[in-house]
T-cell receptor, first 111, second 117 residues
Framework: DAKTTQPTSMDCAEGRAANLPCNHS???????VYWYRQIHSQGPQYIIH???NNETNEMASLIITEDRKSSTLILPHATLRDTAVYYC????????????FGSGTRLLVRP | GAVVSQHPSWVICKSGTSVKIECRSL??????MFWYRQFPKQSLMLMAT?????????EQGVEKDKFLINHASLTLSTLTVTSAHPEDSSFYIC?????????????FGDGTRLSIL
């Protein structure tokens, strides 16, 4: 499985964009980049995923570099409720695949 | 959106008792469910994969006789922690994967906090 590396922690001011980086230099051609987050004492929540094109949904944007070796999750206007641990995971879209969580980035949104 | 319900959300029991945790997919059929364990300030650790109608597949180091998993229907998987001891105290989380389509990601329950006295 491709591994990912993320900063241990980050912070940003409320209302500003939060840019969370992820390195996945050994990603395979058939592996997608998925982002989840876990708010304290809750189960993880799916945010967004992509293969090679940039993606945007109501929660966030995902920017994947052309060589696919890294990506950035962007929360355009962070709120206090976005304080959570954010996990970047690379995986195949396959019925047998297991979702393995790394350490993630602990994002603190400051008032 | 898809909802996964986990019950109970919180349980305290005496050492030596068995505890059953339920994971239900409320609005979709889940051919595969997963069970995770999370200790304080750590990431989620996958314990086992539960497939409807077949035996669960356990990750290395997870005792299958200790953590009994049953996936009897397409909407329900249960995890039973047998003869629980204080070291089994943890946050247990399940996730459910739809049978087809929906590759937006697994849907997670809100976890069960288990405390063994």
């Amino acid at each position: 499985d491709a591994k990912t590396t993320q900063p241990t922690s980050m912070d940003c001011a409320e209302g500003r964009a939060a840019n969370l980086p992820c390195n996945h230099s050994t990603i395979s051609g058939n592996e997608y980049v998925y982002w989840y987050r876990q708010i304290h004492s809750q189960g993880p929540q799916y945010i967004i995923h992509g293969l090679k094109n940039n993606e945007t949904n109501e929660m966030a944007s995902l920017i994947i570099t052309e060589d696919r070796k890294s990506s950035t999750l962007i929360l355009p206007h962070a709120t206090l409720r976005d304080t959570a641990v954010y996990y970047c995971i690379v995986r195949v879209v396959d019925s047998s695949y297991k979702l393995i969580f790394g350490s993630g980035t602990r994002l603190l949104v400051r008032p | 959106g898809a909802v996964v319900s986990q019950h109970p959300s919180w349980v305290i029991c005496k050492s030596g008792t068995s505890v059953k945790i339920e994971c239900r997919s409320l609005d979709f059929q889940a051919t595969t469910m997963f069970w995770y364990r999370q200790f304080p300030k750590q990431s989620l650790m996958l314990m086992a994969t539960s497939n409807e109608g077949s035996k669960a597949t356990y990750e290395q180091g997870v005792e299958k006789d200790k953590f009994l998993i049953n996936h009897a229907s397409l909407t329900l998987s249960t995890l039973t922690v047998t003869s629980a001891h204080p070291e089994d105290s943890s946050f247990y989380i399940c996730s459910a994967r739809p049978g087809k389509g929906d590759w937006g990601g697994e849907h997670f329950g809100d976890g069960t906090r288990l405390s063994i006295l």
